[in-house]
């Protein structure tokens, strides 16, 4: 088969990594300026984890991670906390988009053989579209018209959340092509990836899986949820229970905070706050309490032996509600994962050609963690589950 490496750039706790393991991808390496993803990147990737700011490390540094002859694939997900609806309505914008022109100055250098970038849709308008458009012309002055983008909608991948994200692909090979939806009119719902959780209190955890803890409620907001309905709003209490800000005109655009999530339905979208009840749609569908940390992850598509946290370590809830909400939905990195892997097939490509790539002088690395390659198989049972779950699947 192919041999191809992968390097994630903003790598998190690995769900865009694990994404391409599950599809048999050799991740090399995964690059964080948060040192404390380490643990949870590492243990569950068996890739090495590289702590360093990406607008700081150099492309020489990168480029020798690669294997010689080996298929270079750069991927990653940019900080998208600048491009959110919130962040362009405030008047003081987050300074991280400027991340995404240290990724194009890496690419630039590195000259990868295939590009993937995941990010929020609202890049393609930031700044009247001068941020994306800057980046994808960097890009297409190497790979040319092999530069593509997609709006992947989640629930039509089967990620259980309402959630919409852009996937960017470049190759100096071809025109890579987001993998067609296979969940269209029949979306994963929150009871399908939840709903057999055992049932605990608010403010308590599960004696067999310490992620399975959820977030204390004051009494005031026990008697709120106790009074919310599936998918309904605050309006639906008793007029001593809504809070003064939601009585104002500019509280009737919030009317999901402190809602409940429907069993029917994918939930909203995992964000770093969903295990609080007032942040979102974030109540249980039943029972009184916010989502826990597993069930966060869950929605996220994490497998559910993924570990967020070292043995004997405490589970703080803003620590591991950023490492979920921050990440790549797993599935949703099998997507773009799968996706490459067909565009590399179909270009017959027995290898990368070292003479023809514009790419730094590197040497081959002692390799850190095991090797995948396309078409191998190293799921654990979790895994091979939720592969033959996948419409089309032919395991």
Known sequence: MKAATVVDLFCGVGGLTHGFALEGFNVVAGIDSDESCRYAYEHNNHAQFINARVEQISAADIAELYPKGHIKILVGCAPCQPFSKYAQSRKSPDDKWR???????????????????????????????ATYRAFVDRLRSTYGDNVTD????????????????LVLFASRFGVIKLEEAAYKGRHRTVREVIGDLPPIEAGGVCPTDPLHKSSMLSELNLRRIRQSRPGGTWRDWDPDLVAGCHMKDTGESYSSVYGRMKWSEPSPTITTQCHGYGNGRFGHPEQDRAISLREAALLQTFPAEYQFVAPGEPVRFATVGRYIGNAVPVDLGCVIARSIKKHVEEQDISSAEPEASKAVSRRTPASKGCSFKIGSSRLGYHDQQRAQQRPGSSE
């Open 99 to 129: 991340l995404l022109t240290a990724f194009a100055d890496l690419i630039d250098e590195i000259h990868p053989d295939i590009v993937s970038m995941e990010n929020v849709p609202n890049l393609k308008t930031f700044r009247g579209g």
């Open 150 to 165: 997609f709006i992947a909608n989640c629930p039509e991948y089967g990620i259980p959340q309402q959630r919409k994200r």
